[in-house]
């Protein structure tokens, strides 16, 4: 593919601060950010993981016979499929998108047409249509690095590292107090117990993936995002050999300021001070069931004192 574009994917699990990061990076003047949630995922992820996390935020696989319109079509990617398709439902409705997902179908086949059709040529070219494919994006012609987020795909970090050689993966991490908490409030939240387990299990394979890929596997606490996005961030767009933009300070849409993160994720405000008094709306007991369960994983990330 001609495009010399690398990739950015985020992950994190529920409510750990990932649409929030993902926020925070754009309108970084050399990034392709992508509007939502880029659900890469298809039905035909098939693994020991696919029972406990849904696989519309996994890495995807195709078929070995199908087209690639089959392959596009294959691919997920709720959030903006229906927002370009049924505004009127969609939770980012009242975001300005000029966006057509039958002009991203064709755009991506034309790619695909010429490189051919492979995992990684299929997800690059999935991004590469879709910016051509909107039409308000803010560009600046400077853009060298596509990024996408998806809950929990860190799972799939190793994976992602290997395929394509010049990829990074942010992983964004948040004290397991705070997250549970946000997670209880979804009309169906996960029980403690499963929400856990899907927590320690993000953080056990983002650690594995950095012990592999220490140049190319980062992991942030969205603590020091919200603390100081610019300080935190700019440390990952160095590793990037990226500039250290003021949009870092800020977190945005299409590069227009948010007062508020949400709908984009549970974490309307990200600030410390938040953060904070969203951990202290669990009980005493949950808050001792929270630590507990997590109990390995809170030395590592410095987050035995958050209670404190």
Sequence with gaps: MSDNCRLLMLGAMYENGGNTTHRFLDGHPQMFVYPFESQLGTRLVMDELSSLFPVKYRWPAFALDATPFQDYKAIIDEECKVRARTPSVSKFRHSPFDFSDDDRCRIYQEYIQTSGRSRTENVMAFFRATFDAWRDYRRTGRESVYVGYSPILVVDAETILTELADAHFLHVVRNPWS???????????????????????????????????????????????????????????????????DSLRLPSWNGTPLEEVYPWGTIRRATPEQNLATARELSDEEQSAVRAYAWQYLDVFDYQSILK
């Design 179 to 245: 997250a549970y908490a946000d997670t209880k409030k979804r009309p169906v939240p996960l029980s403690l117990r499963h929400y856990l387990l899907g927590w320690t299990l993000n953080q056990y394979h983002a650690l594995l993936a950095k012990q592999r890929f220490p140049d190319r596997m980062h992991i942030v606490r969205v603590e020091d995002v919200m603390r100081d996005p610019f300080e935190t961030l700019g440390f990952l767009c160095n590793k990037l050999g990226l500039e250290e933009a």
